[in-house]
């Protein structure tokens, strides 16, 4: 167990992000995982624990959150009617079988792998963010049929490989089809949820050696992070709700794709072994 006065400054930045991925889960509908996810990489490598399964830790606890973060951030979103559920009673198959072919791969894959995957989608999500225009379209509605049938188990597996919910991908592709962008936002809260249930399932039943994960790990999920975290974000995910409901995201958006992409390039630079 590490020590005292490197646990306590660990704990309060665990609450920390936390309370920050709350507020832009709700906020810019791009999900708390694409900052827990590095948070934790770094935080359980300062802690000396840099095994090749690393980065399943990581994956499979910001999921475990967001299956709480989601659900309230959803049900917050409904309240204002702004979730589209047609979308998600139509895409939700094909993303569970996306997500649980996400974890077997997972499973199988190193975590430098991991942490490539990671930095390459993540510095794809930031360009997006940052230079995505509202007008861009590739239809005036959500997809139906085969390319539903496609669209949706890719989004649900890319979704795992990176540990996040249905926002970094399913706001930008609601977005294209011409989905109004608070009901994006908010129909994204559910995508989420369907993602990491199937998937959290997956990893707690991931085999992994005791001495190489941190103390309280069932599977690949860390109890110890998976609490404090929660405990911030549901109280913060309301508020970035609010704010997305009372204000223009666009230049707090830009600044947060920036602010991603500097992670992303950070997490390939430690897959590079620099």
């Not at 708390?32 to 830790?57: C, E, K, R, T, W």
């Not at 951030?73 to 979730?83: M, Q, R």
């Not at 792998?113 to 930031?126: A, D, M, P």
Request: with cysteine; glycine share 12%; hydrophobic share 55%.
């Amino acid at each position: 167990m590490p020590e005292m006065d490197t646990l306590l400054p660990m704990v309060a930045l665990l609450l920390a992000t936390g309370a920050f991925a709350g507020v832009m889960a709700g906020l810019l509908g791009v999900g708390g995982g694409i900052i827990l996810v590095p948070a934790y990489f770094y935080i359980f490598s300062s802690l000396g624990y840099g095994s090749d399964q690393l980065m399943q830790i990581c994956l499979a606890t910001s999921l475990a959150t967001i299956i709480v973060t989601s659900l309230r951030s959803v049900s917050s979103h409904n309240k204002k009617g702004a979730v589209d559920w047609d979308i998600l009673r139509g895409f939700a198959p094909g993303i569970v079988v996306g997500a649980a072919l996400g974890v077997l791969i997972a499973a199988a894959l190193r975590s430098v792998v991991l942490q490539g995957i990671f930095g390459v989608l993540g510095i794809t999500i930031g360009f997006y963010l940052a230079f995505g225009r509202n007008h861009w379209r590739l239809g005036d509605a959500m997809p139906t049929g085969i390319r539903r049938a496609i669209l949706s188990p890719i989004l649900g597996f890319m979704s795992v490989l990176m540990g996040i919910g249905g926002g970094s991908f399913g706001v930008p592709l609601m977005s294209l089809y011409n989905t109004p962008i608070h009901r994006a936002v908010a129909t994204a809260a559910g995508l989420g949820v369907l993602i990491a249930v199937p998937s959290v399932i997956g990893f707690l039943m991931l085999d992994i050696p005791a001495d190489v994960k941190p103390p309280y790990t069932i599977g690949a999920v860390n109890l110890p992070a998976f609490v404090l975290t929660i405990s911030m974000t549901l109280i913060t995910a309301p508020y970035g709700v609010k704010l997305a409901h009372m204000m223009d995201p666009k230049p707090l958006k830009r600044v947060f794709a920036a602010f991603l992409i500097l992670v992303a390039l950070n997490m390939l630079r430690k897959a590079a072994g620099f």
